[in-house]
């Protein structure tokens, strides 16, 4: 047996739990040993019923007039019994797990964690951990919590873990820079921990392992990318000095070093791989623009993908504005465009030096003659897959050169783990004369009185508003208002302003008309859903209303609130929550600062990457253990990968890591 075997070959482990555990991503032995613990209960010192005290308990005894019912709100079950020991008796309460019913003998004893409270007009214990008795090893009194998959349950994990407990010997050294054996001691103690201590070195071992293979596949992955050719594109200098000095505008030190180092870039025989991060409105489209433009005088094509047709839209009226007067062909492509085919004959001939489009521009039979550059605004919105079909697109075995735009700022621990591979740009410094955006939090009883009068003002200085909302259609079952019932409201509220509203289900075309009279100022205000939140420009607009902002991430708030402070004019955005409970911590980060490293620093501790890159990713980025804000534990594993790359041999000799990075490579790989 070994590592890689199918899971099925463990005791205890039929077709049928098989099955289920395959289900969830646990294929192997070794999927299985990394099926690690959510928590653990401490069941050392449990509380007599008698003395139990509201908040966190543990109590030991039998359980018995199990029951489960129904409750009125659909979809709810609750499952009741009453746990009693020599000095009393409790009742227990459990929401969707009827599985419980099922679970307890009465002769046996278990032990049982949860919150005691107030509920319903009686005290109880809610949805507590069970665990039996017997079962738990009494020296140390901690017991792991497994995630349940489906219809296993953690009783049911730490029961197929105990079968397994002779099959660690399987779990041979996987880093050469720690000391053998480790590895092994440490899986072990994360199932069956001695001491909270040997939980804590277990996790640091399992971190450490998970930063450094995740170090390694993108040291990999560049290293790869280091060895494809791309078409060497020289640096015009004096056309490209005429062209910046065209402009109506000064760039600013940021664009003028993030275009320098493209140039640089683009000058090598190996691919681009570059990030330009930029806060929204720092000017990132510019230094696309100066980037196309010397890919056209080498006479090769660039493609910009954009997330949605809007702003591909907007793109293509920005750049042919700037880039059509020095004779540079632009293109628009999307899933409206008319004469689809003619225009990719054009293409296909390399009439057309850019073209922009959405990720229409990936179907299959877009060919380009010589395409060197591809740029992708808003790389988050692109799956891995979509971003590999374009490089395909590159003719004769050369790839192109990449720049990927993000106004979501990468942490400096991800830059240094996940994005390894990339080259990294910061446009740290927005053009001159932009105002700052004065955020507000208010509760939706306080519209009438505080914002309405804010919205007159607005208008009739001749400026524009957003007014976000999170559905298109109402929905009975929450309280959120919709796009559409907002609109028709604001109609109600503000006779004779123009109001329009806009979401994703609309015809392409629509969508485009109405952003056009909101762009041309027509339309004073707009109601709409998320889908303003990406690169809309309309420098006229200095006010947005969020609405039940509590139920966005920080990353996206900020990201929507980038739509107003875009022009010379003071900007103002509320955030509007809807019940009365505190704003948030998220809300109030927000409110206090305007600085988008500093928020996504934020984002990342409150809420982890795996909520934040992850589920973007497709969840490659739920790191089990490791956090990525421990800089100082980055910083050794990065070390460690470093001279573990300097000897080629040990690229064959640990197979199993080699293996297992795989995942992890195919996160950011553009190759
Ligand atoms: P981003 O994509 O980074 O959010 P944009 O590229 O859309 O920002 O630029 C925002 C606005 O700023 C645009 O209207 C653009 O024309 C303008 N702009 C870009 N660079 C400068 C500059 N150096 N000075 C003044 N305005 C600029
Ligand atoms: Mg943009």
Request: proline share 4%.
């Amino acid at each position: 047996m070994d590592l890689f075997d199918d899971v099925e070959v463990l005791k205890g482990v039929g077709p049928k739990t098989a099955e289920t555990l395959r289900r969830y991503g646990i294929k192997t032995v070794r999927d299985f040993f990394y099926n690690l613990p959510r928590d653990y209960e401490n069941y050392e010192t449990p509380t007599s019923i008698a003395e139990m005290r509201p908040g966190k308990v543990v109590i030991r005894g039998r359980i018995d007039a199990l029951t489960s019912r129904r409750a009125r709100r659909r979809n709810l079950s609750v499952t009741e019994g009453v746990v009693r020991d020599n000095t009393g008796a409790v009742k227990v309460v459990w929401f969707n797990q009827s599985y419980r019913l099922r679970q307890f003998s009465p002769e046996k004893e278990y032990y049982f964690s949860g919150n005691y409270e107030f509920k319903n007009g009686r005290y109880s214990l809610i949805s507590p951990s069970a665990a039996e008795v017997s079962e738990i090893d009494l020296s140390t009194g901690l017991n792991p919590i497994y995630v349940a998959h489906g219809k296993l349950k953690s009783h049911d994990f730490r029961r197929l873990m105990t079968a397994s407990k002779d099959k660690f010997v399987l779990i041979s050294d996987l880093l050469p820079t720690v000391k053998s054996g480790v590895r092994k001691e440490a899986l072990f103690q994360a199932h069956f921990p001695h001491s909270l201590k040997s939980i804590k070195n277990a996790r640091d071992y399992l971190a450490y392992e998970e930063l450094f293979e995740l170090i390694l596949a993108a040291r990999l992955n560049r290293q790869e990318n280091e060895k494809l050719k791309a078409v060497k594109i020289p640096f015009e200098v004096t056309k490209i000095r005429e062209f910046v000095a065209s402009l109506p505008f000064k760039l600013t030190g940021a664009q003028k070093k993030a275009a320098w180092q493209i140039f640089q870039d683009m000058e090598k025989g190996q691919p681009m791989n570059r990030l330009l991060q930029g806060d929204v409105g720092s000017g990132k489209t510019m230094v696309a623009a100066l980037a196309a433009y010397e890919v056209a005088l080498a006479k090769q094509q660039v493609a910009l993908l954009a997330p949605t047709a809007i702003l591909a839209v907007q793109h293509y009226d920005n750049l042919k504005r700037i880039l059509e007067p020095l004779g540079i062909k632009v293109a628009l492509l999307t899933g409206a465009t008319k004469r689809k085919s003619e225009l990719k004959d054009l293409i296909r001939e390399g009439a057309i030096d850019l073209v922009i489009g959405t990720h229409a521009l990936l179907t299959d039979d877009t060919e380009f003659k010589n395409l060197a550059l591809v740029v992708i605004d808003e790389q988050h919105r692109f799956g891995v897959e979509q971003r590999q079909k374009l490089v395909l697109k590159s003719p004769s075995g050369k790839a192109p050169h990449l720049l990927t735009m993000t106004a979501t700022p990468i942490p400096r621990s991800l830059q240094l783990t996940v994005f390894g591979d990339l080259d990294a740009s910061v446009l740290d410094e927005m053009p001159k004369g932009r105002q700052p955006i004065t955020t507000t939090i208010l509760t939706e009883v306080e519209t009438r009185e505080k914002l309405y009068p804010k919205i007159r003002e607005t208008v009739s200085l001749g400026q524009q508003v957003y007014w976000v909302c999170k559905a298109i259609d109402d929905d009975p079952r929450t309280e959120t208002t919709s796009v559409k019932s907002r609109a028709a409201k604001l109609t109600r509220d503000f006779p004779g302003i123009q109001i329009e509203f806009l979401h994703g289900r609309m015809k392409p075309a629509e969508k485009d008309a109405i952003m056009e009279r909101f762009s041309k100022g027509e339309t004073k205000i707009l109601v709409s859903t998320t889908v303003v939140e990406v690169g809309v420009d309309v420098p006229n607009a200095t006010l947005m209303t969020i609405e039940n902002a509590e139920s966005y991430g920080l990353a996206q708030l900020h990201q929507l609130r980038g739509r107003v402070g875009r022009g010379q004019a003071a900007s103002y955005c509320y955030l509007l929550t809807s019940g009365d409970l505190q704003p948030s911590r998220r809300l109030r980060e927000l409110e206090k600062s305007s600085d988008g490293f500093y928020l996504a620093e934020v984002d990342l501790k409150l809420r982890g990457p795996g909520e934040i890159y992850g589920a973007l990713q497709h969840g490659a980025l739920d790191l089990r253990i490791a956090s990525l804000s421990d800089t100082r534990l980055i910083a050794r594993a990065q070390a460690d990968v470093l001279s573990f790359l300097q000897n080629p041999e040990n690229m064959v000799k640990y197979k199993e890591l080699m293996e297992g990075i795989t995942k992890y490579q195919q996160l950011t790989t553009l190759n």
